[in-house]
């Protein structure tokens, strides 16, 4: 068999097996490893344009590049904005700004949680767990309490 990308005239078993029974893969063993070696190299070090957005790049991670302006909008707005909002507004996913706002230890305010549960209309009502909790309570005390929603 030619390998497509040396072109060199090489034996059978020098070709991995391919997904349809009977055939090899048209690269030999030396150019998949190499093309796989080549996968894993990084472009360098620094802060760099990568994917639409500024990039820290290290050695073998990339992470978002948070500027001053990204994280003082993230601090302002926080307590009372939906993640999926900021997210929005500073262009990365939901679970960043939850990641970056514990790292920056901030908190949603209590009372904008409290309007929006209600909004949405789960504020108040008797979860699984909150059963299951007073099931365990009744057994412990051996008297019915009664279910408090908040």
Not at 88 to 115: C, F, H, N, Q, Y
């Amino acid at each position: 068999m030619i390998c497509c990308i040396c072109g060199q005239d090489l034996p059978e078993e020098s070709f991995y097996p391919s997904e349809l029974k009977g055939h090899r893969k048209p690269r030999c063993r030396e150019c998949h490893k190499r093309k796989k070696s080549e996968k894993k190299k990084r472009r360098g070090e620094g802060v760099m344009y990568v994917g639409g957005r500024l990039s820290v790049c290290k050695e073998h991670s990339t992470s978002i590049y948070w500027s001053g302006n990204m994280i003082s909008t993230l601090k302002r707005h926080f307590p009372t904005t939906k993640n999926a909002e900021l997210a929005d507004l500073l262009g990365v996913s939901p679970r960043t700004i939850s990641r970056k706002a514990k790292e920056l230890g901030l908190v949603k305010d209590e009372a904008w949680m409290v309007e929006i549960a209600t909004e949405n209309g789960i504020y108040g009502k008797v979860t699984k767990a909150r059963k299951l909790k007073e099931i365990e309570n009744r057994k412990n005390n051996g008297k019915h309490n009664e279910l408090v929603c908040i």
